[in-house]
């Protein structure tokens, strides 16, 4: 039918067909973003609930209700036990990421490429409750036999998980980083005298610096918004964690086990939306970073 | 006198060098043996995590594989809640989610990376997209999971539903995607976009023709990949198509409404994934073989997507370059 058409006319329709789909995709987006603050907001002007309250207060407990008929909103546990989480899980990851990412590029390209990076994009491929099921059954089992703990749940084990899941993200992206440096740089070095150590050191990692942090940031994204890895081994119980060990519940997780309990409206919907609207804050916050980094990147180069 | 001092001074330089060569020495041993435990590190850190895959998939599929050739785990509807019985309608929903999923996302991903690609006006609008679908990339699942569960279960009366699903599965698959076929894209050596058009074709048939074609290995690739993806969501699904199958479906059946009719979009749905997350708590020694089985069965389709995805480049790419 297309080919019919004079020649312009042809461009044109493709043009249209194909910015339809972006049209649709960024429709699609506006629509979350919108719909997503919508909900999480009706809770504070629409409910009346306590916005200093709802990030300050401790006593999270959507089932109960005080005196005036409200539910407990504070959400502070859940935002520390998200944090700790994410900090313990990216400074557990980080290490190891970028260490085989420098071995992969820099010690052993070869086998980097061949071996190392497919079986790392193998662990991309596991599906999070896989991950979930061997926490709840390998590493909740280790932290009961190390530390003689009762449960084992809690924000350790999680932390555990998600360094798993999180490593083949901020490895392939480091890969990717490392490998964008310019030869040149690691030849100037090395005609220097320096080691292949101090060149990794001081030059290669160095000038891969914004592309790392990049890496990380992601990683941190992908660990930040984990939900059921995570709901399987951290216990589920929405208090201030006292401790590592100590049965807890992140955003995701509370939102996972709430979020069909209670009816399209209720005060207790609204706020499990207020949740959703943190979490998708936080990953617009860490897209800015994310631009930042590359502008700065840009600047510099 | 003056010889003595002279000779002093010699001395006392002749010392100097030679501690400064010590020095120099000492440094140059010390870069290399810093150089020395560094690489050992990396090696031991790189052993590590190879140890650790490795471990990890052996172990599961350890624990489950004997499951699945047990007789009727593929075969056969679960039963008591998933507690006894096979996951053969698990499997199926798993399938189905994935291909209504790919049908809508595959052609929408393409339409937008080629406008990205090859058409984008340099101007807001380019911007403002891509950014879009990078904001999409980086939301958690349960949060698109949560807006599918408001849109279409809810607003749009589609209740806990296979559609519901695969369009949650679609969004949260859509970003990959795209990614991938504009990166396939953007491979295609400009050399072949400037022979198109000055053969004076249009940017359009040059993409249809040309383009797509060379980048065809990589686009299909990327399709097989991220299809692994999306079989082991669970997320996004939990509010959407649900945390069930129906008791007893019919295959043979092509009345398109009966909730039991196994085609029919509009019935809830239970993927492997969610299987897993609903059972995994079970004590009963039943439950966590079914479980283990469940999480072995995901594996191995995970795998094969997995190798299909490099079988199947590597075979169209050989087969565009014999020609």
Known sequence: ?301 | MSSIEASQTAQAASLQTAAAEARRAKHIERAGAQDRIATFVLTAIVAFVMLLVVSMVAYILYQGIGMLFHPGFLTEASRANGTQGGVAYQLFDSFYMLFLTLVISVPISLGGAVFLVEYAPDGPITKIASTAIETLSSLPSIVVGMFGFLVFSVNLGWKYSIISGAVALTMFNIPILVRVIQQALEDVPQSQRDACLAMGLTRWEATIHVLIPAAMPAIVTGIVLSAGRVFGEAAALLFTSGMSSPVRLNFLSLNFSSPTCAWNVFRPGESLAVHIYKIYGEGSPQAQEIVWGTAALLMVCVLMFNIAARVVGKMLAKRMTAE
């Not at chain 1, 044109?12 to 194909?18: D, E, I, L, P």
């Not at chain 1, 609930?49 to 300050?56: L, N």
């Not at chain 1, 959703?276 to 840009?298: D, E, Q, R, T, Y």
């Open chain 1, 1 to 301: 039918m297309a080919s019919h058409l004079p020649k312009r006319d042809l461009e044109k329709v493709g043009m249209g067909v194909t910015g339809a789909c972006v049209v649709l995709v960024t429709l699609v987006v506006c629509a979350l973003i919108f719909m997503v603050a919508q909900k999480g907001l009706s809770s504070f002007f629409k409910d009346g609930v306590d916005v200093v309250g709802f990030f300050t207060g401790t006593a999270w407990d959507l089932h109960n209700t005080d005196a005036n008929g409200m539910p407990f909103t504070g959400a502070l546990p859940l935002i520390v036990t998200s944090f700790a989480v994410m900090v313990l899980s990216t400074a557990i990851a980080l290490p190891i990421a970028i260490g085989s990412a420098i071995f992969a590029v820099e010690i052993q390209p070869k086998f980097g490429q061949k071996v190392f990076q497919p079986l790392i994009e193998l662990l991309v491929g596991i599906p999070s409750v896989v991950f979930g099921l061997i926490g709840f059954y390998v590493i909740v089992g280790a932290m009961k036999a190390i530390f003689h703990v009762p449960t084992g749940l809690g924000i350790l084990p999680g932390s555990l998980v998600l360094a798993i899941m999180i490593l083949p993200t901020i490895t392939t992206l480091a890969i990717d980083a490392l490998r964008a440096v310019p030869d040149s740089y690691r030849q100037g070095s090395l005609a220097l005298g320096y080691t292949r150590w101090q060149t990794i050191w001081h030059v290669v990692l160095r000038s891969a610096a914004p592309s790392l942090m990049t890496a990380v940031i992601l990683g941190m994204t992908r660990a930040f918004g984990e939900t059921l890895a995570v709901r399987m081994v951290i216990g589920g119980i929405e208090t201030m964690p006292n401790g590592l060990l100590d049965a807890a519940s992140t955003i995701t997780t509370t939102l996972t086990t709430s979020m069909a309990v209670y009816a399209d409206g209720s005060v207790q919907n609204d706020v499990l939306w207020s949740l959703a609207l943190m979490l998708m804050g936080m990953s617009l916050i860490f897209i800015l970073i994310i631009h930042l980094i590359g502008k700065k990147g840009g600047d510099r180069a």
